[in-house]
């Protein structure tokens, strides 16, 4: 096995007889995002980037896009178990004291926007991780919509 000793080298880009029917094998997998076709987020990961979120971002949801029910769904999944069902910040975690200190969505102190639940679902902040790699775009946005729907019916 003389290739374990000597390894054949090769540059990144250089031709390739690898695919000999042209470049069918080499198209992204169903499901995927192709290249080209991400939308970088504009917004940095800074408390600058966070107030510029807070005070410009809007959803690219449109009011007929909205699904409460499918928010409810992936808000449980993701949020309820430190922030609670309702968003009062009584999720399991917090009543079992593994987390402290989640506040309630309708605290009078706490100015959140639609662009400041967005950002920090795609970053997090505080102990909150980031969350952009388990929720698509416009997935985040649904849970950004029924976090509104929680805040307001929490103000009642």
């Known amino acids: 096995m003389p290739n374990m000793y000597e390894p054949i080298s090769y540059e990144a880009y250089q031709e390739s007889d690898a695919f000999a029917?042209?470049?069918?094998?080499q198209l992204p997998?169903?499901?995927?995002?192709p290249r080209g076709d991400f939308m970088p987020y504009d917004y940095k990961d800074t408390?600058?980037?966070?107030?510029?979120?807070?005070?410009?971002l809007t959803s690219s949801l449109d009011s007929t896009q909205i699904d409460y029910d499918?928010?409810?769904?992936?808000?449980?999944?993701?949020?309820?178990?430190?922030?609670?069902?309702?968003?009062?910040?009584q999720g399991t975690l917090v009543k079992r004291e593994k987390i402290l200190g989640v506040p309630s969505y309708a605290d009078a102190g706490r100015a959140i926007t639609t662009g400041s639940i967005y950002h920090v679902?795609?970053?997090?902040?505080?102990t909150m991780g980031s969350?952009?790699?388990?929720?698509?775009?416009?997935?985040r946005w649904q849970v950004v919509a029924y976090v509104?729907?929680?805040?307001?019916?929490?103000e009642k």
């Open 21 to 25: 029917n042209g470049v069918e094998a």
């Open 29 to 33: 997998a169903e499901g995927t995002i």
């Open 47 to 56: 408390n600058e980037g966070y107030e510029m979120a807070k005070a410009n």
């Open 70 to 89: 499918r928010g409810k769904v992936l808000y449980e999944v993701y949020c309820g178990i430190c922030h609670g069902n309702k968003g009062a910040g």
């Open 121 to 126: 679902i795609y970053y997090g902040k505080n």
């Open 131 to 139: 969350y952009a790699n388990q929720l698509n775009e416009e997935e």
């Open 148 to 154: 509104e729907k929680l805040k307001a019916e929490l």
